[in-house]
Structures are given as C-alpha cells and as structure tokens.
C-alpha cells in the first residue's frame, strides 16, 4: 500500500488528487478503515411492518437479512448458514417465520435462532457433538435506528449512533418525521452506475453550483421553478457533525405560508408543527430556508424539492407545485462502480391524493428514470472514467470554492440569529460540505483497521 | 397510478396471418424505428391520451410469494403529461444525457396478438431487448424485458392504432444502465 498521506494532506486543504474518484488502493482502504466503522443505513422499518417481514440488504460484500421477528423486534443477521455457509435467504424481501437452508436444511427463526438441525443426534450425537440451543446466525456487529432509519456498524465498538449523528439529526427530522407516524418509504430502484461512490454523495451534500448549469433543462420544461441561476444561490448550505446539506431560500411569508409555498396541505403542516421544535419551525419560518439535498457520512443521501407535475398545474401558477422526499444510498460495488438504491419517502399520515401526486413528483425528477438524475449520473460516471487514468494522478482539483487563499470565507457564516440550525452554514456557493464530507473520509483512512472477532460454533474451543 | 381497466383479452393468440396480428405486429416495429431514431415528438402521437405506461421495480421473492414488483414503486408510472414532460425535456439544448445521443436498437419478437372482448382493444405481448451504447469504448448496456400492451383502434376509419396501455415487466432487478434516459 502506498503512502496516502499526502494525498490525504491534499484533500484536507480542498485540492483534491483526481484519481480518488477512481483508486483500487484507496477502496481497499475504504473497505478497511471506513466501511468497518462507519454507520451505514440498510432498510427503513416501514419496509418490515408486519412481524415476520424482511428485507435483504447488502453491506458491501456482505449479505444481512433485516427482519422483524414474531415479538415485532428488528434485527440484521448475517445471511450465511453456520453449517457450510449458504445464504439461507435467496429472496429480496417476504414474509418468514423461518429460513431454511437449501443445502442440509437447517433452519432459524426470523430471529436468528437455530431450532432445526436434521439429524441432530445421529449425526452429531445430540448436544455433545454440537449444542443447538443458543446458536443464532450471526447478528450484525451493531444495529440502531433514528426516526426509522435502521443502521448497521460492521464494528462491535462503534461510538452510539445517536453520538455519531449528532447534531445533524436536527436536518434529518425534515425529511424523516413529519408527523408521529413518521414515514413509510416505497422501493428501492436499484440501478448500478460506472461512477465512484463518494461523487454522489458530494454532490447531494453541497453542490448548489451545478444546478441551474446540470438542471437547466428542467427549468426550460417548467417542472422545477426554483434552480435558476439567480435563486439557487440564494439559499444556504450548513454542515453539522456527520452531515449537511443545502436549500433553497423561500418568498417571504410566516412559517405556515413558506410550508404552503413549496406545497404542503394545510392539515401537514398542522402535524408538522407538533412534530418539529421551535427552532426547527424558525429555520423555515423565520429565516426562510427550506431544505433541499442532503448528504450523511458516509453514503446516505435525501432530497426534498418540489416541482410542479400535475398537467392540471396553469402554466402561469407559481403556486401548483408539491413536494416530494427521496432516500438514497450509494451502495460501493468497486473503485468505479457504485449501486444507487433509490426510495420514494412520504409522511404515513399524509392523505392519499397527497401520495399519490408527490410519488409521481418523486419519479419525474429523481430515481432510475427521474430528470434530474439523469443528467448527474452522466456527469459522474464521465468524471470517474477520466479519473482512472495516469493522468489524474498529476491533477489537484480545486475544491476550495468558498474560501480565499489564506483560507478566509469567502461569504461570512450566517449568524444563530438568521439561521436557527446547528453546525455551521452560509449564504451562496460553495464547496465546504463536500470538504467536510471529505475531511471525514481522510480522517477515516488514517484510523487503524477495526479489530474483529471470530465466532466458532458448536464447539467449546475458542478461537 | 389506477386507471381504468380495458381490454380484456379472450381466447388464444391469434393466428400470425390474422389481419390483426399483422397490425399489431407492425405497430411494434414501427414504434421500434422511432425510438431507435429518438424521434419521441412523433412516438408522442402514437400514445392514447388516456396512456398508462408503467414498468414495475421488479424484486426477486421466494416462490410462492405471490408477488415479484416492489409493492407501490415503479421505474417508470407515467401518464400523457409525465411523457410528454420526458419529451420535451429531451428538446431542449441542456438534456445532457443524450448530448452525444446514445446508439439504440430496440429489438421486438415474440409478438402475440389476442383479440378482446371488445373490438375496439388488442391485447399484444412482446419481448423486448434494448442495446444502447454511449461514447467510444464505453460497455453497452441492454435491458431485458417483457411488454403487455393494449392497442386500440381509432381514426375516422378505425384503421388506425394508438396506444393505451403499456406494463413493462424488466427481467433484472437491478438495472445495469446508467439511467432509463429511454423509452421502452
């Protein structure tokens, strides 16, 4: 392995070496050292509501069954038989009470627990030669929630992820919880691209500045009022802790009339408001800024936009628009490949005209046909191809929008007074989310390998 | 989306010397023509105004399931206005993902007629591979899938065809493409 620390060292300073959008070395390293330890998002509960249903989920090249067992608890196993290690799930998703191996039979409950062994006395002499009892597939080494949203850490010591979120699940509620019932979210599309993972997640995070120039076309065809030139960098971008995001900035009004604004109905926004703190309401309401795209290290993203999709909408009416959320994960596949897992998020509690509309406001603009997307991924995965070469390794690309040579702001923070959220946050284009974003990650490939256990079933040796 | 069912379809595939397999069958090859050629303001025309053009998420299930889309979420489930959207889109001089165009050849067999109960409907399966290549030396993409179609007769003469109905039932669950910056 090369030395990286000068690549990393480059990196923090907003130069960043081309070819860490497409490096073998580095996603080793990624693998190793971020991936190990990081928060990872797989499922969200309203994809498991019924007892007995589940999901299968990738992390990386792992396979985890994410179900929800009979005592309607969520859970994340390993998806591997403990006898010779078939996936005892071949399915996406169901309904279970047990999963049962193709190869010998064994089978589990959709907890995990080991109940059917054929054979188990003739063949192993009962419990003596392998104690049934207390055998589980293996769990994920960590499993957690916030708002829904399920997590797995592939590192048994991971800090908690209420602490690794921070302040940045202030933003998250915008998206995740817009009434106590919280969301039910809709998919996946999964589509794989030739593009690096972590271009993706830059962009969502802080990159206003593509947008009217990338999105023009959706302006010229009417379905997205906001992105021209002039507004889009009137909004702000704030990062805080283990995320940030942009938005857009909203006419004046109260916080009632800003919600209407970009489409909520009236009995939304009433559950919104007993959902959402103070300050929350005065991000929107006092100071005028709505979110828009997001991004959660490592490689979590939203977007809330709201464009207009009903032919009903007169052309001339600014005020036909709805919103839609989206989750996004940007699942590594290699150095240049990356899966897009892709859902359509709307308020459980929300009407069914409502849904209806803001799922189709959903696969317009984003998602595996949306119009937007299709124009980013175009972008990225052109932008992974040229990093490949040896070129790119004689390139800095300069990610420093934002800040002078002797590393003054261009644009002075907004102060706690005209921006109600935590973290740090500015008015206008820049690159300090995607440098965020990015410092994070170069912390991350200077930690140690995480150390891992092994497991040894059925026998009293340790390993 | 709900929208209306229509044509029903009874009885077997029609004969391949039918008169109204032959139809069907050319409409297939001459819509094929047309997005092979991208030529979609024209494609546009050939579409019901009451069209539903829907391709499921497809999701692999243990058989037996007794499904196999992702419940409520498609790739595409679009109406006259929500194409007609994609299409102008691709008008203008920012659709960046076709600027160069990609080379596409839409490739239709295993065409099956059936008549409905109605005369006015034709119910027409088809099977459906889409190469498209981008650039160079860039790796081609394909799309597998299957079309459930139903066309109806219109115009003054009712010898014309539109439309109505479209469900595209993609074989892979994941995509392999870029983007679905096509019509299927």
């Not at chain 1, 997307?373 to 990610?399: H, I, K, P």
């Not at chain 2, 303001?41 to 053009?53: F, G, N, Q, R, V």
């Not at chain 2, 001089?93 to 067999?109: F, K, M, N, V, Y």
């Amino acid at each position: 392995m090369v030395d990286q620390h000068r690549v990393l060292d480059n990196v923090r300073r907003g130069m960043i070496p081309a070819h860490i959008y497409n490096d073998k070395e580095l996603f080793e390293l990624e693998k190793e050292r971020l991936f190990s330890r990081a928060w990872l998002f797989v499922a969200h509960e309203s994809e498991i509501p019924q007892d007995g249903d589940y999901v299968v989920r990738r992390v990386l090249d792992d396979s985890f069954i994410i179900t929800r067992d009979a005592n309607g608890e969520i859970r994340a196993m390993f998806n591997m038989c403990l006898h010779r290690g078939m996936q005892v799930c071949r399915a996406e998703m169901g309904n279970a009470s047990n999963f049962r191996c193709p190869y010998h039979g064994w089978t589990y409950r959709n907890d995990g627990r080991l109940t059917g062994l054929p054979f188990h006395r003739e063949a192993y002499g009962g419990d003596d030669g392998f104690p049934r009892d207390g055998q589980t597939l293996l769990p994920a080494p960590n499993l957690a929630s916030y708002n829904g949203l399920i997590f797995i850490n592939m590192d048994p010591d991971a800090q908690p992820l209420e602490d690794f979120l921070g302040d940045f699940r202030f933003y998250l509620d915008f998206y995740t919880k817009q009434s106590r019932g919280g969301l039910e979210v809709r998919g996946p599309q999964r589509w794989r691209i030739k593009a690096n993972w972590k271009i993706g997640a830059e962009n969502f995070a802080g990159d206003m500045y593509h947008t009217p120039h990338t999105h023009a076309s959706i302006v010229e065809i009417g379905l997205f009022r906001e992105p021209r030139a002039q507004k889009r960098k009137d909004g702000a971008t704030y990062w805080a802790q283990c995320g940030g995001g942009t938005t857009y900035k909203l006419p004046p009004g109260n916080f009632e009339e800003r919600m209407r604004y970009v489409g909520y109905p009236d009995e939304m926004v009433d559950r919104i408001k007993r959902v959402w703190t103070k300050l929350q309401q005065q991000l929107v309401g006092d100071d005028g800024f709505m979110i828009s795209a997001a991004s959660c290290f490592p490689n979590l993203s939203f977007v809330h936009n709201w464009p207009k999709v009903l032919d009903s909408a007169d052309a001339d009416s600014p005020d036909d628009v709805l919103p839609f959320i989206s989750i996004r994960l940007w699942q590594p596949i290699s150095e240049n490949e990356t899966e897009v897992c892709s859902w359509f998020a709307v308020d459980s509690a929300a009407p069914p005209e409502y849904k209806k509309n803001s799922y189709k406001a959903y696969l317009m603009c984003f998602g595996s046909t949306g119009m937007f997307e299709q124009d980013d991924v175009e972008n990225w995965v052109s932008l992974t191809n040229t990093a490949g070469g040896s070129m790119a390794r004689r390139l800095l690309l300069n990610s420093r929008m934002g800040l002078l040579s002797d590393d003054r702001p261009v644009v002075d923070p907004l102060p706690s007074a005209a921006f109600h959220g935590p973290g740090h946050a500015q008015v206008g284009y820049n690159e300090n989310n995607q440098r965020a974003l990015l410092r994070l990650w170069a912390d991350h490939l200077e930690m140690p390998p995480v150390s891992t256990a092994m497991t040894a079933l059925g026998t009293a040796a340790t390993i | 989306m709900t929208t209306p069912q229509i044509g029903t379809p009874v009885g077997k595939p029609l004969p391949f010397n039918d008169n109204r397999h032959l139809q069907a069958h050319q409409f297939l090859v001459d819509e094929a023509y047309l997005l092979d050629a991208q030529q979609y303001e024209t494609w546009l025309d050939t579409l019901a105004d009451d069209i539903h053009y829907l391709m499921p998420v497809r999701v692999t299930t243990a058989l037996g399931a007794g499904f196999d889309t992702s419940p409520g979420m498609a790739h595409f489930d679009e109406d006259k206005y929500s194409l007609s959207r994609r299409v102008a889109r691709f008008a203008t001089e920012h659709a960046w993902t076709e600027d160069p165009p990609s080379r596409l050849r839409h490739d239709i067999t295993n065409v099956r007629t059936f008549a409905c109960e109605d005369d006015v409907h034709l119910v027409v399966e088809s099977a459906e591979l889409l190469f498209r290549s981008r650039g160079d030396v860039n790796e081609a993409a394909l799309v597998s899938c299957g079309r459930q179609d139903v066309l109806r007769r219109c115009g003054d003469h009712q010898d014309q065809l539109k439309l109505a109905r479209r469900t595209i039932l993609v074989d892979e669950s994941v995509l392999r493409m870029q983007n679905l910056a096509v019509f299927l």
